[in-house]
């Protein structure tokens, strides 16, 4: 009987600036060197601030959706850095049909993850009769406003294209068909703050 001897040498991508994060798989090899020229793209992937991109976010599928794990990590980097390069829904073809409200998300949460007050929530269009469109976006309080006209175009004019009567947030009215900004007191009463008018909410 001969025996015989094999050295294997194996290659790892390791991120320096995050211990632990290392992988065999070539394929994740630019996503990290991409990741370097924008730090928050660690930190975003990794904990639980960004609602709409950060761990537990519903933009990522399977077991690597709630994984601290450095694979799980390495895996929604991933998908985070794809989400950015995709066209935004105002480069959409015809129809709504080519560009995501999501990229746009995903590119503004990587230029403005370090603001004060940054954080997310659940985005859903109501038609005055039912629940409809419904999206979790990242925003900060400055860029609310922005955020709700953006989700408003997508509901009405992407591929769900339904007529708007009001927006809520995170269970709580901020728009309404007169497009004012509504506030709750701590009775539950949901007020305009410019016409004083109580709207009673619809879910």
Same mark, same amino acid.
Do not use: H, M, Q, S
């Given at each position: 009987m001969k025996t015989r001897t094999e050295?294997?040498?194996?290659? =790892? =991508?390791v991120a320096e600036a995050w211990p632990g994060i290392e992988t065999e798989t070539e394929s994740y090899a630019p996503v990290i060197a991409g990741a370097y020229q924008n730090p928050y793209a660690w930190v975003i992937v990794a904990d639980g601030r960004s609602i709409a991109w950060g761990m537990g976010a519903n933009a990522y599928l399977g077991t690597c959706r709630d994984s601290s794990q450095p694979w799980a990590i390495l895996m929604r980097l991933e998908l985070f !850095?794809?989400?950015c390069r995709e066209p935004g829904f105002k480069e959409r073809g015809p129809n709504g049909v080519g560009g995501s409200i999501q990229a746009e998300n995903?590119?503004? !949460?990587?230029?403005? =993850?370090?603001?004060k007050n940054y954080g997310g929530g659940l985005f859903k269009q109501h038609d005055g009769q039912y629940d409809r469109a419904c999206l979790y976006l990242d925003y900060t309080?400055?860029?609310l406003e922005t955020?709700?006209?953006?989700f408003v175009e997508w509901a009405e004019h992407g591929p769900v294209k339904h007529v708007t009567d009001s927006v809520f947030l995170n269970g709580q009215v901020v728009r309404e068909g007169c497009r004012h900004t509504y506030k709750t007191s701590a009775g539950g009463k949901i007020t305009c703050d410019e016409c004083g008018k109580v709207l009673q909410k619809l879910w």
């Open positions: 050295t294997v040498v194996k290659t =790892y =991508y !850095a794809r989400w995903a590119r503004f !949460a990587l230029a403005n =993850y370090g603001c309080p400055e860029t955020w709700i006209d953006r």
